[in-house]
């Protein structure tokens, strides 16, 4: 390890370790819902499939299978327990995808604004920190942030394509791409190439930030006066490539079994309109907007000045950004419309929007930070602020589990269902009645009645039982009062 790269190494280390811990340990990630159980042993072929279910679905429909097997067959050996290793084995996937995505945003930072390891860190820790911090509310105890979904599920569906795309869009700032990295096939242009393709065909509604953002960057290199078509393919050919993949993907998704289901009944517009409202509604409870009054009042700073030479790169990098924010809004309500408007206010979808409010902020930091140099003493303050006002003992976060039920009583009741399954597998039998929570009137979610055949694959599948055996769920309110859950 270099010396001089110590300290960007010992901050990618750590915010492993935290996440790690987080994920592990204070919010584990943890097998409840149906979802959970049917698509962690139900690996997909890794290409788009036309008329499919989930046509592009790739990266959450292989990833999650991968981290069930691993956390079967290796971590579980190890700890000797299978919904532990699930957790450990999930936890360790999302916080591998976010210390590399800080460790992006590090080194967006040294390179675009010139600022040194120290600065480039703390940095890197405020915007970390920012996504625990947006949706904070004095006093509350189911606090959301911008890693927060809805189920372990949605983790692999929502939360890693996000971050992904929020990766890739830091490494094409700071990494020009049309300049020969695909010219010939080398491990870093590999890496790259699979790193879009999972980017890409992941989830429709968190790809947008990468489509977005490509678009915005081709806009800006339009040259109006001597535009001609093919020269500019030609100029900015694989940027050009990766818009026309996103394309395609959305045209995959739009013919797809899924959009096709769930499409809303009725009037499109009406929908939109009912959509854009409750999006805008859900912002109103959120502390970007005093990030980008911050931005704001420094553009205004900027524009009234001359001769700034810290202000073009500042200028740059936030109109970019800030150009993207309304396409983004745009582009969520449009697509939670024709499905289901609660899609748009929802954390886990909202994260390119406010992903774009943080960097233009953190562009906003390091600009008055480059003209006022001594005003850096304050960042391991404001670091340690954060910190503390996140972690206050007067709020907390929501569990990322359908309906927020707790995680301890999540893997009580599926671990209960486990060892039932066990016990018959153990006793020779081919059929199983299991009591589990009375959920809602259509098909008993979180725990569906077609449940049961889900999870005996999953659990033959994963080596737990021998064989797979008919599982049939019946609702029992009195588990309800038992685990302190409401009766839908």
Known sequence: MKIKNFGENFTVIAVFAAMFLF????????????????????????????????????LPETFFPICGYIAAYVV?????????????????????????????????????????????????????????????????????????????????NYVIPNILNAALVLLIVQLDITKNIFSEVTPRSAALFFALYLGIFSNILNSNLLGIFVFI??????????????????????????????????????????AKNFAADGDYFANVIQT?????????????????????????????RRGDSEAKIFLKVAAKFAACVPFLAIYTILVAARADMNYATRADVQFGLFFCIMVIFCATLLYWLKKFPQTAFILPILCFALFTWIFSGKRSYSPSTF????????A???????????????????????????????????????????????????????????????PDVRLNARYCLPTQ
């Open 23 to 58: 994920f592990s340990q204070v919010h584990p990630i943890t097998l409840f819902d149906g979802d959970d159980w049917n698509v962690i042993s139900d690996a997909r072929p890794a290409l788009p499939k036309w008329g499919g279910w989930n046509p592009i679905k790739i």
């Open 76 to 156: 579980k050996p190890i700890i000797g327990d299978y919904l532990s290793a699930i957790t450990i084995t999930a936890a360790l996937i999302l916080s591998f995808f976010i210390a590399i995505y800080i460790l992006l945003f590090i080194e967006f930072v040294k390179k675009i604004f010139g600022v040194n390891n120290f600065l480039a860190n703390l940095t890197g820790i405020i915007f970390l920190l920012l996504h625990f911090a947006l949706f904070l509310r004095h006093n509350a105890q189911d606090n959301i942030y911008l890693f927060h979904t809805i189920d372990a599920n949605c983790y692999f």
């Open 217 to 258: 960057e081709l806009l800006s290199r339009v040259e109006r006066k001597n535009f001609k078509l093919k020269n500019f393919f030609g100029e900015n050919k694989s940027l050009c490539v990766i818009l026309i993949f996103w394309l395609i993907s959305l045209l995959f998704e739009a013919n797809g079994g899924r």
């Open 276 to 304: 854009a409202t409750a999006f805008f509604n859900s912002l109103s409870h959120n502390h970007g907007l005093g990030l980008m009054i911050f931005s704001i009042v420094t553009v205004i700073f900027i524009l009234t």
């Open 403 to 410: 309906g927020n039920v707790p995680e301890q009583i999540c």
């Open 412 to 474: 009580e009741i599926s671990q209960s269902i486990i060892d039932q399954i066990i016990a018959a597998d153990r006793a020779g039998l081919d059929k199983i009645t299991i009591a589990v929570p009375k959920g809602d009137d259509i098909d008993n979610w979180p725990h569906p009645l077609y449940m049961g055949k889900n999870i005996s694959r999953t659990l033959c599948n994963h080596g737990i039982i021998s064989r797979r055996i008919e599982v049939i769920f019946i």
